[in-house]
């Protein structure tokens, strides 16, 4: 312990500052980075501007070091949670111990004392017995580096890029039971929560504990690559009319899988002094220039440097980049050196392995030690082009909301929790919940429109689902749902008639029994006068107190129309009201084929699932009445009187309609002006509308479409749309999607893992935040969402098998997954 105390250059940790012994100053921040491909050309170039801005602000004789880690981990499933269903506790399963990177990112800033000797290969303060500090720490020194730092700190964050978090005393020296940055950096330990002591050995190859380091480094010009930027196209999700952007250094970031941490250094010296430098070495090489072609073209070299630096007002740095990637397995770390050097190449740059100085630039990279760095392991150049560099972005984050969605990051298909309704409000990104899908046939729609459901449904919300194709039954059996269909066996009912345990007969519950009964009475084309409606309003009021009075009577379109033949006629007699203000027996005779023993009488009279208020998940499945002139329009309208029920009465609770394919349907029966009005008034309710189509055409062919729910829709959600890339112009002006959004959505599906059977999905929220998700599910999941007609066969024969729907998936699951193995 004594050796350790001599050799370790921190002297002690105070004021959220790191104090070394030779009286170096170090600051600390835990850096959160943008996600990984959700940035543009232009946020790319506006970013590196960022980072230029704020280095320039650092004083003489400070050094900048950015420390990204990347840590290779298991994704921890929570099997404790209590409300986990069926499908969510197998989502918990199919998803545990996942493996992933996880990221950390650290910026360190170093302010030297002026006389402080400059370590290099020959000579370095880990060689000295004991270290006694130069010079006494200046007061006066701190303060202004302070006010340096927090200019930095400021840029940084009015960027809008990242955001910085000073890291205090515990977090640099750690606690009893947490290790701090500093004891992480020493024994390589994966989270603050394992405090874990390892031997280091440093002779020959450096290992820390089992772990065995290679350490890869850019500090000779000669290595990098000729032409550097602030991004790189990413050739995986290009396409020929999409150029995809990632950061320029990303190849060494989150894209190189395996345990590495990527050091990004600048040192920043007298500008003045380094001139005089480089003038002198310009001299020299002129003097040398007719002995040799190689001193020629150095001088032309330094002496542009020099042009540039004069002229263009540069600031002159120092850098040095390298990585540091490790493994336990002795055998991995021999294929680290391929993996590194190919990152390299995706940057044009060559990868130099380090010897015998990588003890010396490890030790450099230890917290609050940066001012310990080799100088002649570093290269003369600008900031501009240091911070070209420095790995910009960081994995997908989950969302701090507790209500969301579980998707997939897009690398390695960790899950991620995703609210795309009520945080983006919050954040100002949108201004309604409505949500936007569009996916052909085949693109994986339903099963991204199954899940989202699902989620919402276990999360509270009550949802109203308008279908064509029976996509939902499976998921609708599964959660013991409402599902209402028509078949000659089993045809379509309802009772608009009958009062829940808690209803009223409200204006707005007699408002929608009217307009249903009115078109039935009456065609399209046909007005009905005011006294007609009148009578039909009294009618109702007087039914309902009849109901009240003769508690034995069950209310349904059958008495209602026994009522009217006995009672009501005689109110009208007695009223003196006249045939031609109010027709009763054309109505009757209209509404006949609607009562007992008519063609249509199963369709107002039913006798089960009529709690529809306070139902949480109903399905209208309409693709075998889609076409027909009568029950199609009946049936619409009591769809839009269930959920406008739902929307007014149900307070606090969220309620969510997704319309699929019959929206076409819907807006041609008159619908239209309900679809405009739903849109726009479902976020005062808290509720949100969702439609789905397949077809471009659709949309472009569809006023209402266009104008009412594009419009209104401030969540827009796309799947593969590779079959429309040489049209998407036409579907980028409509739906008023940016160029970074364009390629996003190009990009989709193009490098999908072979090993993992999922579809990727595009959100854009407000056209301010998009990214692009996987939808992995496990195979429960996918049994309950599948439209696939075989597969939804056996899953019947399963369910009738086992007696469940629940039952008979998990047999079948397991099945499918003894197959696969």
Not at 157 to 170: A, E, K
Request: some cysteine.
């Amino acid at each position: 312990m004594v050796e350790a105390r001599k050799i370790l250059p921190i002297y002690k940790v105070e004021n959220n500052c790191i104090l070394s012994a030779q009286g170096d100053i170090t600051i600390a921040y835990e850096v959160k980075l943008p996600e990984i491909f959700t940035l543009s050309d232009r946020d790319y170039e506006a970013y590196h501007q960022t980072w230029v801005k704020a280095i320039k602000v650092l004083p003489q004789h400070s050094i900048f070091h950015k420390q990204d880690w990347f840590i290779e981990g298991k994704h921890e499933a929570d099997f404790e949670s209590s409300d986990n269903s069926f499908l969510s506790r197998s989502s918990e399963n199919f998803f545990n111990e996942r493996e992933c990177l996880n990221h950390r990112c650290y910026i360190f800033l170093t302010k030297k004392p002026k006389d402080r000797k400059l370590s290099s290969s020959v000579y370095s303060n880990i060689l000295r017995k004991s270290i006694v500090p130069v010079q006494t720490i200046n007061p006066v020194l701190y303060k202004d580096f302070l006010d340096c730092a927090g200019q930095f700190e400021r840029i940084m964050t009015d960027g809008n890029f990242v955001s910085l978090t000073r890291i205090g005393d515990d977090g640099l020296a750690g606690t009893a039971n947490h290790s701090g940055i500093i004891e992480r950096y020493c024994f390589l330990l994966e989270s603050s929560s394992q405090p874990i002591i390892r031997d280091i050995h440093i002779k020959d190859n450096i290992r820390i504990g089992d772990k065995h380091l290679e350490l890869y480094t850019l500090s000779d010009t000669e290595d990098l690559p000729s032409l550097c930027g602030s991004r790189i196209n990413y050739d995986k999700y290009s396409t020929d009319r999409t150029k995809f952007s990632i950061g320029f250094a990303s190849p060494l970031g989150t894209l190189l899988n395996c345990n590495h941490i990527f050091n990004q250094y600048i040192f920043i010296e007298d500008s003045q002094k380094t001139i005089k430098r480089l003038e002198a070495k310009k001299l020299r090489l002129q003097s040398l220039s007719s002995y040799s072609r190689e001193n020629a073209i150095s001088r032309d070299s330094v002496n542009d440097f020099l042009n540039e630096a004069i002229a263009s007002q540069r600031l002159p740095i120092k850098a040095h980049f390298n990585v540091l990637a490790w493994s336990d397995d002795v055998g991995k770390a021999k294929d680290l050196k391929n993996i590194v050097s190919s990152a390299m190449a995706q940057m044009d740059a060559v990868a130099k392995q380090e010897t015998d100085g990588q003890a010396q630039i490890w030790f450099a990279g230890l917290p609050g030690n940066q001012a310990d760095f080799p100088m002649n392991d570093t290269f003369d150049t600008f900031v501009e082009q240091a911070t070209c560099f420095f790995n910009l972005e960081s994995n997908y984050r989950s969302s701090v909301s507790a209500f969301g969605i579980r998707m997939g990051d897009r690398l390695s298909g960790k899950p991620v929790h995703v609210d795309i309704s009520d945080e983006p409000i919050k954040l100002g990104f949108t201004t309604n919940r409505n949500k936007f899908i569009l996916g052909p046939s085949g693109s994986g729609k339903s099963f991204f429109t199954n899940h989202m459901v699902r989620s919402y449904y276990e999360q509270g919300t009550h949802v109203v689902l308008v279908d064509v194709g029976h996509s939902y039954k499976g998921l609708c059996d599964l959660v013991g749902g409402y599902y209402f269909t028509y078949s000659e066996k089993d045809p379509i009912k309802f009772n608009p008639f009958y009062l829940t345990e808690g209803d009223v007969l409200d204006t707005e519950k007699k408002e929608s029994i009217k307009t249903l009964l009115l078109a039935l009475w009456k065609k399209d084309d046909e007005t009905f006068k005011r006294a007609e409606y009148v009578a039909l309003s009294n009618a109702l009021t007087l039914y309902f107190e009849h109901l009240e009075q003769n508690s034995d009577i069950f209310p349904c379109f059958n008495t209602f129309y026994e009522f009217l033949l006995s009672e009501y006629l005689q109110v009208l007699e007695d009223a003196k009201v006249k045939e031609k203000d109010f027709d009763i027996s054309n109505f009757l005779y209209v509404l006949n084929p609607y009562y007992k023993g008519g063609e249509f009488d199963y369709l107002l009279n039913a006798t089960e699932n009529l709690d529809l208020l306070n139902e949480p998940f109903i399905v209208f499945e309409l693709d075998s009445i889609k076409d027909h002139p009568i029950l199609f329009p009946a049936v619409t309208l009591i769809i839009m009187e269930v959920f406008i029920s739902k929307m007014r009465k149900l307070k606090g609770i969220r309620k969510m309609i997704l319309i699929e394919e019959c929206w076409k349907a819907i807006a041609k029966e008159g619908m239209a002006e309900y679809i405009k009005y739903l849109f726009k008034t479902v976020r005062k309710f808290f509720g949100e509308a969702v439609v789905v189509t397949q077809e471009v055409e659709d949309i472009i062919s569809s006023p209402i479409v266009k104008q009412a729910i594009i419009n209104n829709s401030d969540c827009k959600i796309l799947l593969d749309q590779s079959k429309y890339q040489n049209k998407f112009d036409s579907i980028q002006e409509l739906l008023g999607l940016t160029e970074k959004e364009k390629a996003q959505i190009l990009s989709m599906n193009k490098a999908n893992d072979p090993n993992r059977k999922y579809k990727e999905v595009f959100i854009s929220l407000g056209g301010q935040h998009s990214k692009v998700y996987r939808t992995e599910v496990s195979i429960e999941e996918y049994l309950a969402y599948t439209t696939e007609e075989s597969e939804k066969m056996k899953v019947q024969q399963y369910t009738e098998k086992y007696g469940s729907i629940q039952k008979g998936i998990a047999v079948l699951a397991n099945e499918l997954r003894n197959q696969n193995q």
